[in-house]
């Protein structure tokens, strides 16, 4: 079924990820066809653009970004028919009058009801005085019986769990928690979806899903990537808030979960949230921290975390993080969960590894015979795949073992398109779908979770902080460090 009819608007209109991921995304959904038949973009930013100028942007933007190839003139120019722009400053309330006047117009002239779906794509400072603009503008709240408000908050969402409260009961006055989304990306990624299906629609996995098979479970999201241009935003933030807080701990509470009794977006987000909760509290000595220095990837020179523009030159802001930590619960104590994360390292790799334990008793010689033969690999970016290794015996050799993979990948699965997280996600928002996005409570507690290493780091900033070079594999253990590296 598609999403009632409706508008969405984007603050932060000029900005990198509406050009990036929004409206290529959006475009995708539209000639798809499923988006509604009145549908209306509507841009947001204090760029003076015109509707016409800003068309004639997105339209470049468009063939530059989107990852199905340069599209059909006739298809853009029918997409670009539905977008519009309003020029204002967002921080002056008094100009949500003209917000307000653009909306009321094209639910005019294009007929549609009072539904309104706001995403906020502008940094994370701006997001309170957005949120009390569109009260003081009486935007908010449905006038028509049948009407509705949504509010998409992109991440960071706070920046300790203090911040992400305030921030919280902020929004909460002004929306209701079932109209505030807050976007965490990576769950609109098909194979983290896919977790769930993995696990509970196979027996086969499930049953094995437990402290009793599992040694550990890794999840890394490494990347060849540095700051791109983000060096302001990155400097407040570093790997602990950009990616632990959020992708990661999303990630591991899809691995960790039990089953919900029903596929109902409250029933997961409470499973979620239970596994948050029983998280084991860090400590500072179960986090690495790095950050890279100058190096070189194929003979090419990249310059230092340092040297990247908008960064302090003494800059203790970690690019890499390590750690391991446990769920104090029936299923998974004494496991250990690690995370690494980083960028500019020598490949980007985004993947779950299920480490199975060995077997009790090693009857054969080869590779298995230290570790286990049984890995399951979840491959999360593209091109998505899962993997399930196990040992075989070595053809002609005596009962020599070797692991072998047995690989499906998804892009074999033929004429299938595979949406884009953004795409899935908008869908979601705009049906009222919250499954996917991050409820207050899982939220505070992942701020919970990391707020002692958030504190530690800013009360000793350099203590602890390794270097590694720009296209390597990132640090390299040192000392009693060698345990949180040891998944590597
Ligand atoms: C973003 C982070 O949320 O996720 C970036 O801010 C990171 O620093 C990005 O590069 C990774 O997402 P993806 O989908 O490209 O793997």
């Given at each position: 079924?598609?999403?009632?009819?409706?508008?969405?608007?984007?603050?932060?209109?000029?900005?990198?990820?509406?050009?990036?991921?929004?409206?290529?995304?959006?475009?995708?959904?539209?000639?798809?066809?499923m988006?509604?038949?009145?549908?209306?973009?509507?841009g947001?930013?204090?760029?003076k653009?015109?509707?016409?100028?800003?068309?004639?942007?997105?339209?470049?933007?468009?063939?530059r970004?989107?990852?199905?190839?340069?599209?059909?003139?006739?298809?853009?120019?029918?997409?670009?028919?539905?977008?519009?722009?309003?020029?204002?400053?967002t921080?002056?309330?008094?100009?949500?009058?003209?917000?307000?006047?653009?909306?009321a117009?094209?639910?005019?002239?294009?007929?549609i009801?009072?539904?309104?779906l706001?995403?906020?794509?502008?940094?994370?400072?701006?997001?309170?005085?957005?949120?009390?603009?569109?009260?003081?503008?009486?935007?908010?709240?449905?006038?028509?019986?049948?009407?509705?408000?949504?509010?998409?908050?992109?991440?960071?969402?706070?920046?300790?769990?203090?911040?992400?409260?305030?921030?919280?009961?902020?929004?909460?006055?002004?929306?209701?928690?079932?109209?505030?989304?807050?976007?965490?990306?990576?769950?609109?990624?098909?194979?983290?979806?896919?977790?769930?299906?993995?696990?509970?629609?196979?027996?086969?996995?499930?049953?094995?899903?437990?402290?009793?098979?599992?040694?550990s479970?890794?999840?890394?999201?490494?990347?060849?990537?540095?700051?791109?241009?983000?060096?302001?935003?990155?400097?407040g933030?570093?790997a602990?808030?950009?990616?632990?807080?959020?992708?990661?701990?999303?990630?591991?509470?899809?691995?960790?979960?039990?089953?919900?009794?029903a596929?109902?977006?409250?029933?997961?987000?409470?499973?979620?949230?239970?596994?948050?909760?029983?998280?084991?509290?860090?400590?500072?000595?179960d986090?690495?921290?790095?950050?890279?220095?100058?190096?070189?990837?194929?003979?090419?020179?990249?310059?230092?975390?340092?040297?990247?523009?908008?960064?302090?030159a003494?800059?203790?802001?970690?690019?890499?993080?390590?750690m391991?930590?446990?769920?104090?619960?029936?299923?998974?104590?004494?496991?250990?969960?690690?995370?690494?994360?980083?960028?500019?390292?020598?490949?980007s790799?985004?993947?779950?590894?299920?480490?199975?334990k060995?077997?009790p008793?090693?009857?054969?010689?080869?590779?298995?015979?230290?570790?286990?033969?049984?890995?399951?690999?979840?491959?999360?970016?593209?091109?998505?795949?899962?993997?399930?290794?196990?040992?075989?015996?070595?053809?002609g050799?005596f009962?020599?073992?070797?692991?072998?993979?047995?690989?499906?990948?998804?892009?074999?699965?033929?004429?299938?398109?595979?949406?884009?997280?953004?795409?899935?996600?908008?869908?979601?928002?705009?049906?009222?779908?919250?499954?996917?996005?991050?409820?207050?409570?899982?939220?505070?507690?992942?701020?919970?979770?990391?707020?002692?290493?958030?504190?530690?780091?800013?009360?000793?900033?350099?203590?602890?902080?390794?270097?590694?070079?720009?296209?390597?594999?990132g640090?390299?253990?040192?000392?009693?460090?060698?345990?949180?590296?040891?998944?590597?």
């Open positions: 079924m598609k999403p009632d009819n409706h508008i969405l608007i984007i603050f932060g209109a000029s900005g990198d990820l509406t050009k990036r991921k929004l409206l290529p995304s959006l475009f995708e959904l539209f000639d798809r066809d988006l509604p038949e009145r549908f209306v973009v509507l947001v930013a204090r760029t653009f015109t509707g016409e100028g800003f068309r004639k942007e997105q339209r470049e933007n468009l063939k970004f989107l990852k199905s190839g340069e599209p059909a003139d006739k298809t853009l120019d029918s997409f670009l028919e539905r977008v519009h722009y309003v020029a204002l400053d921080d002056d309330a008094r100009e949500y009058r003209l917000l307000a006047e653009k909306i117009e094209i639910r005019r002239t294009e007929d009801p009072d539904k309104l706001f995403y906020l794509a502008v940094p994370p400072q701006n997001y309170e005085r957005i949120a009390d603009a569109l009260r003081e503008t009486g935007l908010n709240r449905a006038q028509e019986e049948r009407g509705w408000r949504r509010i998409i908050v992109e991440k960071p969402f706070g920046s300790s769990l203090e911040t992400a409260q305030r921030l919280n009961r902020h929004l909460c006055s002004i929306f209701g928690e079932d109209e505030i989304y807050r976007i965490d990306h990576f769950l609109g990624k098909e194979t983290v979806q896919n977790i769930l299906v993995l696990r509970f629609a196979n027996q086969i996995f499930e049953s094995l899903w437990n402290r009793n098979y599992i040694e479970i890794e999840i890394r999201a490494e990347e060849t990537l540095g700051i791109e241009n983000r060096g302001k935003y990155y400097e933030a570093g602990l808030r950009d990616m632990v807080q959020n992708h990661l701990m999303q990630l591991m509470g899809f691995v960790a979960m039990e089953a919900p009794s596929f109902d977006a409250e029933l997961m987000r409470d499973e979620v949230a239970k596994v948050f909760r029983s998280l084991h509290p860090l400590s500072p000595a986090v690495i921290r790095g950050q890279y220095v100058a190096g070189e990837v194929d003979g090419k020179p990249l310059p230092a975390y340092r040297e990247e523009q908008g960064v302090n003494d800059s203790t802001t970690e690019t890499y993080v390590a391991r930590f446990y769920i104090d619960n029936w299923r998974w104590g004494g496991v250990p969960f690690y995370f690494y994360t980083g960028k500019r390292l020598a490949k790799k985004s993947e779950i590894i299920i480490h199975f060995n077997v008793h090693r009857l054969f010689t080869g590779m298995c015979t230290q570790d286990s033969c049984n890995e399951l690999v979840l491959k999360v970016d593209a091109p998505e795949s899962i993997s399930l290794k196990f040992g075989l015996k070595v053809p050799s009962f020599e073992v070797k692991r072998v993979s047995m690989d499906f990948a998804y892009d074999s699965l033929c004429n299938t398109y595979i949406a884009n997280a953004y795409e899935r996600l908008l869908l979601d928002a705009m049906q009222g779908d919250s499954t996917l996005y991050t409820r207050t409570d899982a939220l505070e507690l992942s701020w919970r979770f990391i707020d002692p290493i958030v504190r530690a780091w800013a009360e000793k900033p350099a203590e602890g902080l390794v270097f590694y070079p720009a296209g390597s594999e640090p390299m253990p040192q000392g009693d460090q060698g345990d949180v590296l040891c998944a590597k």
